[in-house]
């Protein structure tokens, strides 16, 4: 909603915006954020772009998971993408009612996590189970919003914000738990790394896809939640060890 307001005074007046928080984070992270690694580091740090991927595919617990996982950041950042394009060329929408949209995700979103995933969802269903609905309620929701139809499409939205919310906790929350006590923070980490990875990816494939068809996105987000639920599934009956193969 905030993007959409100051959209009306200039096309790239939220980019400023964005670019002065980010400064501002950077500053209060500085002062205010105490340091928590008290030992100095003596080895030589590493880095590979491509540790999370291999991490995800090569380690035996977590490997379904995290399949379910690339298909539902591919199937979300996909839709995401496309959504200010989509909702403009299908109904004609402006920038700002464009952004009370994307509100309507966050709040549905934020009421899921903070409220309904501890006093409903999580009485009624184990993470695992959860782990396997949400999928499903996002195939549904992603399959309205490719419809078109307003009413429709509304209802999609809401199931947006409720699947992914969710699924976004259960999955972290599974994931984690099977790491063993010293690797939690890298499995985290891992799950982020992968999510970016999508994030990189998903843009280049929607655009085509756009082009093609203004709803081809969003069947083929239902689609690949609908392999999400599997790999899920697939998940929830497989016990197998955390040690990478070798």
């Known amino acids: ?11 790239v007046f939220p980019f400023y915006c964005t670019a002065i928080l980010a400064v501002v984070n950077t500053v209060l992270a500085y002062f205010f954020l105490p340091e928590t690694l008290k030992q100095k580091r003596h080895d030589r740090m ?24 690339v298909f539902f950041g591919l199937a979300f950042v996909m839709t ?7 909702v403009q060329d299908q109904f004609g929408y402006t920038n700002l009612a464009t ?40 195939v549904v ?11 429709m499409f509304i209802v999609g939205l809401a199931l947006l914000g409720l699947g992914q919310g969710a ?24 799950i982020s790394g992968v999510f970016s990875a999508c994030s990189v990816v998903a843009p280049v494939i929607a655009g085509p896809m756009y082009e093609m068809s203004h709803h081809l996105p969003y069947n083929v987000g239902a689609l690949l939640m609908l392999v999400a639920f599997f790999a899920s599934q697939r998940s929830a009956k497989t016990e197998e060890a955390w040690l990478p193969r070798p």
Do not use: C
């Not at 905030?2 to 096309?11: A, D, E, F, N, V």
């Not at 979103?109 to 949400?134: A, E, K, V």
């Open 80 to 86: 995401t993408a496309m959504f200010s394009l989509y």
């Open 99 to 138: 952004g009370l949209l994307f509100t309507v995700i966050g709040v549905v979103g934020f009421t899921n996590q903070t409220f309904l995933l501890r006093q409903f969802w999580s009485r009624r269903y184990t993470d695992g189970q959860l782990q396997t609905m949400m999928p499903l309620v996002l």
């Open 46 to 69: 590493t880095f590979n772009p491509l540790k999370p991927v291999i991490t995800a595919a090569t380690t035996p617990a977590i490997r379904f998971d995290m399949l379910a996982w």
């Open 141 to 151: 929701g992603l399959a309205l919003l490719a419809t078109g139809v307003l009413w």
């Open 167 to 190: 699924f976004r906790v259960m999955l972290t929350s599974i994931v984690a738990g099977k790491a063993p006590g010293h690797m939690k923070g890298e499995v985290i980490g891992v």
């Open 1 to 11: 909603m905030i993007g959409g307001l100051l959209s009306t005074m200039s096309p």
